[in-house]
Structure formats: C-alpha cells, structure tokens
C-alpha cells in the first residue's frame, strides 16, 4: 500500500515567491535530473483493481515492468502481465517524469496556508487547474481525466520538486459510447533518490457508470526497489 504523507501548516521565515518562480524552479530541477548520468533500476508495477464493493476488492489486472535509465528517461521491460510471466517482451522507452506534464497540463496559484512542513521541510502550497481543452491531449480515458483534474500541489521549497499532489475530476466526461467518469481522485507522491528525483506513487480511484449502472475502481502505479545500477 502507499504510504501516508503528514502535512502540517507553518510560517515560512523567507519571501513568498511568484508563481512564476516556483514553476521556474520546478522545471530547471526536471530539467537538472533529465541531464543526470546517474543509472537506475527499480520495479513498476500497475494495478486495476474493481472498488465497487469496500468489503470486496477485486484485482482486475496488473502489470510489472523492470525498468532501467538515467534519471527521468527509462527503458521499461515487461516481466508479468496478470500474474504471467512475460519472457520476450520488448524494452519500451518511456518517461516517468509527472513533472513537464503538469506544468504544460495546468495553471497555478498560490493557495492557502502559503506553505506547510512536510518531513521537516518546507513546502510550498500552489494549486492547479486545467488549461483550456483544446491545448491538451485528449486522446485516451487517462488523459481526459488528466485533462479535468483539479487540486493541490505541495512543492519541497528547496528542491523544487512536486513532494505530493492531490486533485478531484472537476468535470465528468462520456468514455466509449456507454460510459462516463463521475467522479475521481489523484494522489502522488515523489521523492529524492541519490540526488534525482524519482516518481513513488501514483493512485487514481475512479467513479464510473456503464449503461446507468455504477461501479468504482482504482489504477495505482508503484515503484519500488530503486538502487543505482553500474554502468
């Protein structure tokens, strides 16, 4: 399961930057790791799992994929797929990164208490919203749920980079021809590794009807066992 994330309010003895500057800061960090020659390894997993019913979850599907790469850019290699092993899949590159896509997904601002204590540390609190639809890809379930997605974002103040993000569906939206999300939450989480930032956690539960009926389900995406790896 993923881990809690305890966010207390504080008051920040340094100048409240612009939004501006926290977003500057956020991309020349993403920036900094995808220039990273630093080698990691580590295990990701995807699960869908039926949430209809709290007393009986079900797994639906999953996937585990050995992943290897600099920083923010990876190549991922799938070894199980619903239990299977999987022993000639292809590697895929990908990147992992949540950082480039939220800032050119949303709009930000600063929101209230301004900053938090998370772990100790400072985080800036901003908040975001979608940018119009037509600048946005919108083109599978994912990414118009990505595309409607409001909420919190709590940036390490010295870091610059995302430590959690949290956002409800704003705007329901027809899948297929007869379905359509209701209602749905996001949780993320990063953290620092070996002076990169890596992805931890990634949790969507999902309200959904198919032909009125309605259902919920959750899509988690967990990385684990991160090491650096020799080159």
Not at 124 to 145: C, G
Not at 190 to 214: K, L, N, R
Request: hydrophobic residues 40%; neutral net charge.
């Amino acid at each position: 399961m993923f881990s809690l994330v305890f966010v207390v309010a504080m008051n920040v003895c340094i100048p409240a930057p612009t939004i501006e500057t926290i977003t500057s800061h956020i991309a020349r960090r993403a920036e900094r790791d995808a220039a990273s020659l630093m080698v990691l390894e580590f295990q990701k997993e995807w699960t869908e799992e039926n949430t209809t019913s709290p007393d009986d979850v079900r797994l639906k599907h999953s996937k585990i994929w050995r992943v290897r790469g600099h920083a923010v850019r990876f190549l991922q290699t799938l070894r199980e797929e619903d239990g299977a092993p999987k022993l000639k899949a292809k590697p895929e590159l990908k990147s992992l990164d949540p950082r480039i896509e939220f800032l050119a997904r949303y709009s930000f601002e600063r929101a209230e208490p301004g900053a938090v204590t998370i772990d100790g540390r400072p985080h800036w609190v901003i908040s975001l919203r979608p940018l119009e639809q037509t600048t946005a890809r919108d083109d599978t379930s994912e990414q118009k749920l990505l595309n409607r997605i409001a909420g919190l974002m709590y940036i390490d103040a010295e870091l610059g980079f995302i430590r959690t993000a949290t956002g409800v569906l704003e705007t329901p939206f027809g899948v297929n021809i007869i379905g359509r999300i209701t209602d749905a939450r996001l949780w993320l989480e990063q953290a620092e590794f070996a002076g990169v930032i890596v992805t931890q956690h990634v949790v969507m539960d999902i309200d959904y009807e198919i032909i009125g009926v309605s259902r919920k389900k959750r899509i988690a995406y967990r990385y684990s066992n991160i090491r650096e790896a020799p080159h």
